[in-house]
């Protein structure tokens, strides 16, 4: 791969990156603004519901992007 493409490379894979970390971000900041256990806010099975899809589509995603052992 020669220089030009090698940089086109690298700074999509930077740009690629940040844009991960801030939907982590953003993902955490939604968590955290969701009803906290054992808070005042009164919990539905809605609520049941939502953290439960999130929690799924995020392990699909730890289990497509975990190192194996080979």
């Known amino acids: ?15 690629k990156h940040a844009e991960a970390i801030e939907l982590l971000g ?13 808070g005042e806010a009164r919990i539905n099975w809605g609520d049941v519901g939502s953290l439960g899809y999130l929690c799924e589509q995020l392990g699909y995603l730890k289990e497509h992007f975990e190192p194996t052992e080979d």
């Open 26 to 38: 953003s993902l955490q900041r939604i968590v955290e603004d969701m009803p906290a256990p054992g």
């Open 1 to 15: 791969m020669n220089d030009a493409k090698r940089q086109k490379v690298e700074d999509a894979y930077t740009a």
